[in-house]
């Protein structure tokens, strides 16, 4: 079983829905998919806003975001939480854009008051973009999206605001509209529970308005051919679409619909608080400890794991070759730190508790003595929710 942040487990009804000959690709049944899927992509992320479907991964989302909106010589700022968000800004300095960082730690959310203050400074509104993760998957920390809008708004500063949800989108609340967001990205193989291999990207009216302006594009990125409906089906996608995907992606917005996207973002919520319950509970008696201290900052799809003595990379070892559970490693600035806990997608009770349960007997097997169980302490906040939901 894979407990890695991503790719996370594909349920049995997507990896069937890919299993099919190929069709049409100018007409028909995957022209259907196509559009259902771009329309159930909107409900995703709560939007009016136009999405598209790239096929890349997250780092080609990024790569979307950045040549549609921006020029060369722009300058935007970088909302440090951790590994991610500055990567997203590294790729935009490659491309010629001017970058800031704003700087975080390795275990904090983004201030929005930090932001606020940075923006106002900005008098001349060189920026033209704030760039920031909602889970940081390297840490496990979960920012404050409208939060920082508000910073933003209280600066009184025009710069886009582009959020990265790749690795919370379908598990953690994302209002994009309600929240101002101009540029949403996501990928397909974290939450959303298809295979890996497509980026998306999600852009409103203001992000097409700095389409208009930018100086970025390229043939195979350009949003304007893609959101083309005069144009066929094969521009969606810039040349051949990715039609397994397709029909994986059909299969797994259904299972997310059936669930309820309020209900999955509520099991997601509940899950990881066992798993914080289970870190908790051994921190008692091992030197493990979940990265973010402050509750609220902490991710519903990640939780990283720190240690000083434990040896994380053969507790990880241990896990992988003899019970067949892989665990994620530390990523960034805390490799050699830890391990990562990915609890997101296609989860339930008995897999969380199992990989729980493997990664206690893991903790035995490597000597420790647990005065408190871990899976025991997640059981009961699992339990404690199924009782009150009756
Ligand atoms: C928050 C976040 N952003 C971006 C990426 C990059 O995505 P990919 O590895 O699909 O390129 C990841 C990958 O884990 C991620 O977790």
């Known amino acids: 079983m894979v407990a890695i942040p991503g790719p996370s487990i594909m349920p049995d009804q997507v990896l069937a829905a890919m299993q099919r000959p190929m069709v049409n690709i100018y007409a028909g049944e ?23 479907i790239a096929i ?26 951790g590994h991610f968000a500055t990567g997203w800004g590294a790729m935009a300095a490659m491309l010629g854009v001017e970058m800031e960082v704003l700087p975080g730690t390795l275990s904090d959310p983004v201030d929005p008051a930090a932001v606020q203050s940075r923006l106002q400074a900005d008098t001349g509104h060189e920026f033209k973009a704030v760039l920031v993760v909602q889970v940081d998957t390297g840490t496990s920390v979960v920012n404050d999206i409208p939060a920082i809008r508000a910073a933003i708004d209280a600066a009184g500063h025009p710069a886009l605001f582009m959020v990265d949800a790749i690795a919370s989108l379908g598990a953690v609340r994302f209002e994009m509209d309600a929240w101002g967001v101009d540029v949403l990205v996501g990928a397909t193989q974290k939450a959303l529970m298809a295979p890996p291999g497509v980026g998306l990207v999600w852009a409103n009216a203001k992000a097409w308005d700095a389409y208009h302006r930018s100086d970025l594009h390229s043939a195979y990125w350009d949003w304007g051919p893609r959101a083309d409906l005069s144009l066929a089906h094969y521009f969606r996608f810039a ?10 992606m059909r299969a797994a917005l259904d299972l997310l619909f ?18 914080h319950a289970a870190l908790d509970a051994w921190s008692v008696s091992t030197d493990l400890r979940i990265n973010v201290a402050q509750p609220s900052a902490r991710a519903q799809t990640v939780t990283t ?86």
């Open 239 to 248: 040349g051949t679409p990715p039609v397994p995907h397709l029909f994986a």
């Open 30 to 52: 995957l022209v259907d998919v196509t559009h259902s899927v771009l329309n159930d992509l909107k409900l995703v992320a709560r939007t009016e806003g136009n999405p598209f």
């Open 305 to 390: 794991v720190r240690t000083t003595t434990t040896d994380a990379e053969s507790l990880r070892s241990l896990c992988e070759t003899r019970t067949g559970l892989t665990l994620g490693q530390a990523v960034g600035g805390l490799v050699g730190q830890g391990f990562r806990i990915g609890h997101m997608g296609h989860l339930n009770p008995p897999m969380l508790l199992g990989t729980l349960g493997t990664l206690e007997a893991g903790l035995i097997a490597q000597g420790a003595s647990l005065e408190r169980s871990g899976v025991g302490a997640a059981a009961a906040v699992i339990g404690e929710e199924l009782g009150a939901a009756g």
């Open 258 to 275: 059936q669930e309820g996207l309020e209900a999955a973002w509520h099991r997601h919520d509940v899950l990881a608080r066992a798993v």
């Open 56 to 81: 890349a991964n997250g780092h080609g989302a990024w790569e979307m975001a950045i040549t549609n909106t921006l020029s060369r010589g722009d300058k935007v700022l970088v909302l440090e939480s």
